[in-house]
Nanobody, 114 residues
C-alpha cells in the first residue's frame, strides 16, 4: 500500500502563493486518480482538487481558478500550486486516493494570515 508524505506548507500572507508536494512511497503510475484534501479547524476534511490520469483535473468551487494540481509519475509526486491565497484556505492539507483511501499522512499546515 502506497503511503504519502506531504510538504511545502507554511505561513503566507493573503494573496500569496505556496506549492505543496505529496511524495509517494511507491509508484503512482498505476493510480488513476489522486486528490488533495484539506481540513480546517472544527471542520470536516474536504477534497479540494483531484487529478485523473496525467492531466484531467477537478476542483472544489472554493479553489477553482486559484489552485492547480499536477503530477510527476517519474518522481512519484503530486503537486498543488496555490495562488491568491485567502484566510479561509488555512488548513492542514493531505493527499490520498479518492477511490480507495490509504492511511492518512501527517499533512502539511498552511496558514494564511497577515
Amino acid at each position: 500500500q502506497v503511503q504519502f508524505v506531504e510538504s511545502g506548507g507554511g505561513l503566507v500572507q493573503p494573496g500569496g502563493s505556496l506549492r505543496l508536494s505529496c511524495a509517494a512511497s511507491g509508484s503512482i503510475s498505476s493510480i488513476f486518480a489522486i486528490g488533495w484534501y484539506r481540513q480546517a479547524p472544527g471542520k470536516e476534511r474536504e477534497l479540494v482538487a483531484q487529478i485523473r490520469g496525467y492531466s484531467s483535473a477537478n476542483y472544489a468551487d472554493s479553489v477553482r481558478g486559484r489552485f492547480t494540481i499536477s503530477r510527476d509519475n517519474a518522481k512519484n509526486t503530486v503537486y498543488l500550486q496555490m495562488n491568491s491565497l485567502k484566510s479561509e484556505d488555512t488548513a492542514v492539507y493531505y493527499c490520498n486516493v479518492p477511490a480507495r483511501p490509504v492511511t492518512w499522512g501527517q499533512g502539511t499546515q498552511v496558514t494564511v494570515s497577515s
